[in-house]
T-cell receptor
């Protein structure tokens, strides 16, 4: 299957700082990328859907000013957690896909810890 | 609206025994069904999917799943479990409508524990 990478894999930051997470599709062009959040031993919660060249669509209850998503190219989407607080600590997973593939390919995830 | 239910938080099985992880779904129109596995601190690995065609789908690592439209189920099975199959398993569904393309609804997950 297609390969999706995330960087960094793990980040620890101080409260109040901003953190950027990158999601890249390495061997295909992804028209759509998805960002998920996962709490320990829980399911994935979709945060937003990102289409290349357009604004992201956020799920209900997700603060768009808190979680900034940029999808500048067909191979790169970024999630920026602004003014991070301890409650933002979580495992963030991205996925990428195209209609022709009819499925999503998941990145390895980023563990964010806010002190 | 679409939803997925994984009724078991955890499934325990001895190595070599058959493994079944249950999943039922609700979706408008024809379902697109997926199974993923997650190891600790890792992303999701794709196991198999049902889009159309044969109700029995064979996937990675010896796993298979049977689509049952009348029971709205898509149970994951493996004839002989390995200790290395111990992981968290997610069932996911999405509808076929254009505006819901790609938006997966995940089940709560089932922890599989395979004992030697």
């Amino acid at each position: 299957g297609a390969v999706v990478s995330q960087h960094p894999s793990r980040v620890i930051c101080k409260s109040g700082t901003s953190v950027k997470i990158e999601c890249r599709s390495l061997d295909f062009q992804a028209t759509t990328m998805f960002w998920y959040r996962q709490f320990p031993k829980q399911s994935l919660m979709l945060m937003a859907t990102s289409n290349e060249g357009s604004k992201a669509t956020y799920e209900q209850g997700v603060e768009k000013d808190k979680f900034l998503i940029n999808h500048a190219s067909l191979t790169l989407s970024t999630l920026t957690v602004t003014s991070a607080h301890p409650e933002d600590s979580s495992f963030y997973i991205c996925s990428a896909g195209t209609r022709s593939y009819n499925e999503q390919f998941f990145g390895p995830g980023t563990r964010l810890t806010v002190l | 609206a679409q939803s997925v239910a994984q009724p078991e938080d955890q499934v325990n099985v001895a190595e070599g025994n058959p493994l079944t992880v249950k999943c039922t779904y609700s979706v408008s129109g024809n379902p697109y069904l997926f199974w993923y596995v997650q190891y600790p601190n890792r992303g999701l690995q794709f196991l198999l999917k049902y889009i159309t065609g044969d109700n029995l789908v064979k996937g990675s690592y010896g796993f298979e799943a049977e689509f049952n439209k009348s029971q709205t189920s898509f149970h994951l099975k493996k004839p002989s479990a390995l200790v290395s199959d111990s992981a968290l398993y997610f069932c996911a569904v999405r509808g076929e409508t254009t505006d819901s393309w790609g938006k997966l609804q995940f089940g709560a997950g089932t922890q599989v524990v395979v004992t030697p």
